[in-house]
């Protein structure tokens, strides 16, 4: 057998394959005599159906079984000769049979990554330390404190900062209701009834609380604000938009005390000291989890500054297409329409290509270290991952495991795995210091 492979950029080789006359031959001969054993043709008894006979008969059938043995004979042994890396055989093209009975084709494979591994024991990661600050506890009681406040009406002076608002309002730009002078939906800018706002720099739009100062119940005034050039919606950007806004309400907060009553109206039966305890136990898992995290992004972030290497084009074009799904139903989900959707779309990708190709490097890389580390992932590893799905999805472990094999996704699945054990296995071997001045990445 006659191979040749030609490697190609973007992880492309050209592999190209003669298989001589006589192995042909050869192995025709072994699925015709498996014929001759087991086929049943009218007129015949079992087995004893002449040779042309079944040939003729079973002609399709045999050449299918033939050109599928010897590709994947060839594979198996462009494997072990060129060494390769192969992630997709592709599908054999131009197979012919020559006119002295050998067979030819070619067929476009897409290789695994290049990549020289740099020392990836001992790397350096930043953390802040385990312990829940107690500041951030005392935020937690004071966010519950804040839910459980009374709301009570303010008599006898007008509207000032840190005071709520109930409010109507409308808004216009350039004379225009703004829907119809965007033409597309605005959302909450369009108008809202009974809109609780506290009046604070942070709340609404930069600039909007402030000129509700001094306002009373009943009053109404007209606030415009010219908005940022960054604002998300594109036709109101540096543009003054006016808002008719009508003052309904005007309310202050009462804070409740902060002690053992407080406490078993968050959570029954609780007194103020086991609230605390519980708060700083959820926080204390949370914050694991966050520091979990960096440490796993910032070993990804070594790796991604040491190592350069080229991706199959075709995996990062299928990986931009699904971070782009990904990041089009999250924007579906935050109230985005399918217009801002469109209008971004160029950014989308942008950002969808950015993150794949860093999601692809990532997982080679991670598949690498796992090959040179021999781990594994045993049957019995992925029998339990997929159980635990499973009851996770409450639906029964014994046919969500048969409905993954059937659509052919436990390749995939052990490979998930095993990124996942090369993951700890980087985390458990690196260099994790705790300093004060590191704060926790958001997700």
């Given at each position: 057998m006659n191979l040749v492979v030609d490697k190609q950029p973007k992880c492309v080789a050209i592999l190209r394959v003669e298989i001589p006359a006589e192995k042909v031959q050869t192995?025709?001969?072994?699925?015709?005599?498996?014929?001759?054993?087991?086929?049943?043709?009218?007129?015949?008894?079992?087995g004893k159906a002449p040779r042309a006979v079944i040939e003729?008969?079973?002609?399709?059938?045999?050449?299918?079984?033939l050109h599928e043995k010897l590709v994947n004979e060839a594979y198996d042994t462009a494997l072990k000769q060129e060494s390769l890396?192969?992630?997709?055989?592709?599908?054999?093209?131009?197979?012919?049979?020559?006119?002295?009975?050998?067979?030819?084709?070619v067929s476009k494979m897409m290789l695994a990554p290049e990549l020289a591994l740099p020392e990836y024991k001992n790397i350096t990661?930043?953390?802040?330390?385990?312990?829940?600050?107690e500041e951030e506890i005392q935020a937690q009681l004071t966010g519950l404190q804040e839910r459980l406040a009374e709301y009570n009406d303010i008599q006898g002076r007008p509207a000032a900062m840190a005071d709520f608002a109930v409010i109507d309002y409308t808004s216009t730009v350039e004379g225009q209701p703004t829907e119809e002078f965007l033409g597309t939906p605005a959302g909450y800018l369009t108008g809202r009834e009974g809109f609780w706002l506290r009046l604070d720099e942070q709340a609404f739009l930069p600039g909007f609380a402030a000129q509700l100062v001094g306002m009373t119940p009943g009053e109404s005034r007209e606030i415009t604000l010219t908005l940022p050039g960054d604002f998300p919606l594109a036709g109101l950007q540096d543009r003054a938009i006016v808002f008719s806004t009508k003052l309904n309400e005007l309310k202050q907060s009462v804070l409740p005390e902060i002690n053992d009553d407080f406490a078993s109206r968050v959570v029954p039966g609780k007194t103020l000291e086991e609230l605390t305890d519980?708060?700083?136990?959820?926080?204390?898992?949370?914050?694991?989890r966050k520091i979990a995290d960096m440490k796993v992004n910032q070993i990804i972030a070594h790796f991604?500054?040491?190592?350069?290497?080229?991706?199959?084009?075709?995996?990062?074009?299928?990986?931009?297409?699904?971070?782009?799904d990904a990041m089009v139903r999250r924007g579906v989900q935050s109230g985005m329409s399918e217009d801002d959707i469109e209008s971004q779309q160029a950014d989308i990708f942008a950002s969808a290509g950015q993150q794949a190709v860093s999601n692809l490097r990532s997982n080679f890389i991670l598949q690498e270290v796992a090959s040179v580390e021999k781990l594994s992932v045993t049957d019995t590893e992925l029998v339990n991952h997929l159980t635990h799905v499973a009851q996770s999805r409450k639906v029964a472990p014994k046919k969500f495991i048969k409905d993954m094999q059937r659509a052919g996704r436990l390749p995939s699945i052990r490979g998930s795995i095993l990124v996942g054990k090369a993951i700890d296995f980087l985390v458990e071997h690196a260099h994790v210091v705790e300093s004060e001045e590191a704060t926790l990445t958001e997700d």
């Amino acid at each position: 057998m006659n191979l040749v492979v030609d490697k190609q950029p973007k992880c492309v080789a050209i592999l190209r394959v003669e298989i001589p006359a006589e192995k042909v031959q050869t192995q025709r001969n072994q699925i015709v005599g498996n014929y001759l054993g087991k086929a049943r043709i009218p007129g015949f008894r079992p087995g004893k159906a002449p040779r042309a006979v079944i040939e003729k008969r079973f002609e399709k059938d045999i050449a299918e079984q033939l050109h599928e043995k010897l590709v994947n004979e060839a594979y198996d042994t462009a494997l072990k000769q060129e060494s390769l890396k192969v992630l997709d055989f592709g599908t054999p093209e131009d197979l012919t049979t020559l006119p002295d009975g050998s067979i030819t084709f070619v067929s476009k494979m897409m290789l695994a990554p290049e990549l020289a591994l740099p020392e990836y024991k001992n790397i350096t990661v930043t953390v802040p330390p385990s312990a829940v600050p107690e500041e951030e506890i005392q935020a937690q009681l004071t966010g519950l404190q804040e839910r459980l406040a009374e709301y009570n009406d303010i008599q006898g002076r007008p509207a000032a900062m840190a005071d709520f608002a109930v409010i109507d309002y409308t808004s216009t730009v350039e004379g225009q209701p703004t829907e119809e002078f965007l033409g597309t939906p605005a959302g909450y800018l369009t108008g809202r009834e009974g809109f609780w706002l506290r009046l604070d720099e942070q709340a609404f739009l930069p600039g909007f609380a402030a000129q509700l100062v001094g306002m009373t119940p009943g009053e109404s005034r007209e606030i415009t604000l010219t908005l940022p050039g960054d604002f998300p919606l594109a036709g109101l950007q540096d543009r003054a938009i006016v808002f008719s806004t009508k003052l309904n309400e005007l309310k202050q907060s009462v804070l409740p005390e902060i002690n053992d009553d407080f406490a078993s109206r968050v959570v029954p039966g609780k007194t103020l000291e086991e609230l605390t305890d519980l708060i700083r136990e959820n926080m204390r898992h949370e914050r694991l989890r966050k520091i979990a995290d960096m440490k796993v992004n910032q070993i990804i972030a070594h790796f991604s500054s040491q190592v350069d290497f080229e991706l199959p084009e075709e995996l990062v074009i299928q990986e931009t297409q699904n971070q782009a799904d990904a990041m089009v139903r999250r924007g579906v989900q935050s109230g985005m329409s399918e217009d801002d959707i469109e209008s971004q779309q160029a950014d989308i990708f942008a950002s969808a290509g950015q993150q794949a190709v860093s999601n692809l490097r990532s997982n080679f890389i991670l598949q690498e270290v796992a090959s040179v580390e021999k781990l594994s992932v045993t049957d019995t590893e992925l029998v339990n991952h997929l159980t635990h799905v499973a009851q996770s999805r409450k639906v029964a472990p014994k046919k969500f495991i048969k409905d993954m094999q059937r659509a052919g996704r436990l390749p995939s699945i052990r490979g998930s795995i095993l990124v996942g054990k090369a993951i700890d296995f980087l985390v458990e071997h690196a260099h994790v210091v705790e300093s004060e001045e590191a704060t926790l990445t958001e997700d």
